[in-house]
């Protein structure tokens, strides 16, 4: 199979077709607490409101709507730009049958197939929003030491060297540049760890898809994808992008 090659990960791109926006623990907390308590939740829709009721844990929930309000303050900026001004109750932020995000307003209109990305973690959630024509995907991941075995299954040898097992912040990196992928594909965990590779050529990457990863690409017309990875505290924020050719829409 061959590799293919795209726009090194921190390459500068002019114009970014993506917004973010991040999401506070104690934010989502307040969401949490209403739904635990059975409380009318307003930011919250009515079907949010029945997906929240069926997590399965007081983290998960957390982070779901961590994800979600992060995910709102977005689209009401989005949909304010064009006129409609809704409320945070108003708009749904659900998941298709492959996990992926997709957002649903009053009227019946949808806003997702990769346009809309969440991400969260130690309960903080962040969201991203891009352009019609491009894709997104975000990853928030707190730096840490990854165990031996992890790193095994997780990294290809071409996206390793020995300086990593003491470096925690590449560690991270590297994992949330391939989650970050795997979202803006919306192959969620259908793709193998090492479908995904983030080639090491000295202190650079490359992507280079294989297998389940590189047919999804070249489904989505094979548009070049470009990152954004910054330290956010303690975590690694990633953003993959991508502008160009989407066949399957
Ligand atoms: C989506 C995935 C890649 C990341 O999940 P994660 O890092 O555990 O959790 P994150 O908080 O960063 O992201 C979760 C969000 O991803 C989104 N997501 C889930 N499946 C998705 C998919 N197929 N496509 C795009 N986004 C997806 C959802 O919005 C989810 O949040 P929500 O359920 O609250 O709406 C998940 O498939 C996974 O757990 N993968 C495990 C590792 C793996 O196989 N990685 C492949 C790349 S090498």
Known sequence: MNPVETTRPGAAVLEKPYRLAMCRPEEAENVALAVEALAPAEMLSPAEREAASKLKTPKRLRDWAAGRLAAKRLLGWRL??????????????????????????????VIGSGTLSLTHCAGWGAAAVCE?????GVDLETV???AASFLELMAHDSEWA????????EQTRLWTLKEAVSKLLRTGLSV?????????????????????????????G????HFDSRPEEDRILTV??????????
């Open 80 to 109: 304010q730009q064009a006129g409609l001004y809704l409320k945070p109750g108003d708009i749904s932020v659900l998941n298709d049958e492959g996990g992926a995000p997709y957002a649903e307003l009053p009227n019946g209109a």
């Open 132 to 136: 019609p024509w491009a894709l997104v």
């Open 144 to 146: 840490a030491p990854r």
């Open 162 to 169: 020995p300086w990593m097992t003491s470096d925690p912040v």
């Open 192 to 220: 193998g760890f090492h479908d995904i590779r983030l080639v090491l050529h000295g202190e650079e990457r490359t992507l280079e898809l294989h297998g389940a990863a590189l047919e999804r690409w070249r489904a989505l």
């Open 222 to 225: 094979a548009p070049p994808i």
């Open 240 to 249: 993959a992008y991508a502008a160009g050719a989407r066949s399957d829409r």
